[in-house]
Nanobody, 119 residues
Framework: VQLQASGGGLVQAGESLRLSCTAS???????MGWYRQAPGKRRELVAS???????TYADSVKGRFAISRNNTKNTVYLQMNSLKPEDTAVYYC???????????????WGQGTQVTVSS
């Protein structure tokens, strides 16, 4: 399974970014999500979306970020608006799914994309 993430970059506070992550060589996808890790901090959940479209957000991003998915493209998006300096982190795509011939749902991780928000 490969996860290809894109969309990170350097922006000023108040601006927006859109992250995307596409999974390949996977048979069935359950949940998809984004985590982030800032220097010296633990990796934390930012947002997730189930196969049925149920979403979950960290309190710190509610009302500013929106997660969505395109099941036909095996792609998950994270629209980030009103970005703040404290959103600066490496953002990791996470997909839980099955490969062909397997029966245990496994989490897969993307390579991470840097988001830097300047004040």
């Amino acid at each position: 399974v490969q996860l290809q993430a894109s969309g990170g970059g350097l922006v000023q506070a108040g601006e927006s970014l859109r992250l995307s992550c596409t999974a390949s060589n996977i048979f069935s996808i359950y949940s998809m999500g984004w985590y982030r890790q800032a220097p010296g901090k633990r990796r934390e959940l930012v947002a997730s979306i189930s196969s049925g479209g149920t979403t979950t957000y960290a309190d710190s991003v509610k009302g500013r970020f929106a997660i969505s998915r395109n099941n036909t493209k095996n792609t998950v998006y994270l629209q980030m608006n009103s970005l703040k300096p404290e959103d600066t982190a490496v953002y990791y795509c996470n997909v839980r799914g099955l490969r062909v011939g397997e029966y245990v749902v496994v989490p897969y991780w993307g390579q991470g994309t840097q988001v830097t928000v300047s004040s």
